[in-house]
């Protein structure tokens, strides 16, 4: 079945960029996503991206897309404490069932 | 804004006990979705629902059931619930021209 990856834990200091990457196996896959999670929240949805595009920016957020290697990345720019959370990756074929990575946990250090 | 409310955020019950968590959104979305999550395992999808009175097996289906018997509620039922069955539990609502958004959980302790 479709899978997707995710390295567990980054550490970055405040001001620096953040990239968190994202491996997945479904070659048919129409829509990627980034979610957030704050402790003790649910999931906020924070950008996604369609598959036939390359790269979308929004504000600080840039979201890459290498479809041939099957590869997604999420870049912050000058990350802050508020930043500190624990990011998805996610796709879907249709649009409504989605396969999540395990997430991320970023720590920004001041 | 999408807003997708979960009737509970702590909920304690006792093993045996029949527990209902409830989901209601309100912008007309066609699906709904209830998930699990457990340190290091990510989201497991239990049960989604793509209409009224529809309902479709997740991965993890095993010691659940749902009902949606209106298009803006989607229910979560234990039947008897269990220790390993403790977890966040995550509701969403989606449509076709919209992605999933979620709620803030229900944190689920059974003893």
């Known amino acids: 079945g479709e899978d997707v990856e995710q390295s567990l834990f980054l550490s970055v200091r405040e001001g620096d960029s953040s990239v968190i990457n994202c491996t997945y196996t479904d070659s048919s896959s129409t829509y990627l996503y980034w979610y957030k999670q704050e402790p003790g929240a649910g999931l906020q949805l924070l950008t996604y991206i369609f598959s036939n595009m390359d790269m979308k920016q929004d504000q600080r957020l840039t979201v890459l897309l290498n479809k041939k290697d099957k590869h997604l990345s999420l870049r912050i720019a000058d990350t802050q404490t508020g930043d500190s959370a624990i990011y998805f990756c996610?796709?879907?074929?249709?649009?409504?069932?989605?396969?999540f990575g395990a997430g991320t946990i970023l720590r920004v250090k001041s | 804004d999408v807003k997708v409310t979960q009737s509970s955020r702590y909920l304690v019950k006792r093993t045996g006990e029949k527990v209902f968590l409830e989901c209601v959104q309100d912008?007309?979305?066609?699906?709904m979705f209830w998930y699990r999550q457990d340190p290091g395992l990510g989201l497991r999808l239990i049960y989604f629902?793509?209409?009224?009175?529809?309902?479709e097996k997740g991965d993890i289906p095993e010691g659940y059931s749902v009902s949606r018997e209106k298009k803006e509620r989607f229910s979560l039922i234990l039947e008897s619930a269990s220790t390993n069955q403790t977890s966040m539990y995550l509701c969403?609502?989606?449509?076709?021209?919209?992605?999933?958004?979620f709620g803030d959980g229900t944190r689920l302790s059974i003893l």
């Open positions: 996610a796709e879907t074929e249709y649009g409504n069932k989605l396969v």
């Open positions: 912008m007309d979305h066609e699906n």
């Open positions: 629902s793509y209409d009224v009175k529809m309902k």
């Open positions: 969403a609502s989606s449509s076709i021209v919209q992605p999933q958004h």
